[in-house]
């Protein structure tokens, strides 16, 4: 595996962000069914394996901080909100992006803490109460 370089803390937002795929990334929409309360497709998808004969498959798309990291249309105003297709290296509008596309800060986690109801990719934080739901969108988190 490629190791990438470390990345500026103070990280010059001097250059565009770079587009990081050529287009919108879609998933598989085989199954005609939806959820209305979970927003989630029904059913098995035509031609998916079972889970004992899966395997795991390395993502295509990764975030290099080193080259990905630039200026947005996001960055220009006051917003505090990252991008997740940027963290997850699929974000296809580069500089023209509303969002953040650098790493957070110690500035932005203290903002972050202020502000007990979003995370920061902008996300609802849900309670406890909600499910017995302990994952990165808690409020302990």
Known sequence: MEEQPAVDPKQSLDKPARKQVPGPVTSDKSSSEVNIWSGRRVGARPGAASKAEKQRQP???RCHPATDTGRTR???GQI???????AKGMCYLGS???FLHRLPTAADNAAMERDTSRDIFGRDKLPDSMDNRKGAGSYER
Not at 80 to 86: A, S
Request: glycine share 6%.
């Open 59 to 61: 993502s295509a798309y």
């Open 96 to 98: 023209a992006c509303t």
């Open 74 to 76: 996001g960055s220009e």
């Open 80 to 86: 505090n909100t990252f991008c997740l297709f940027f």
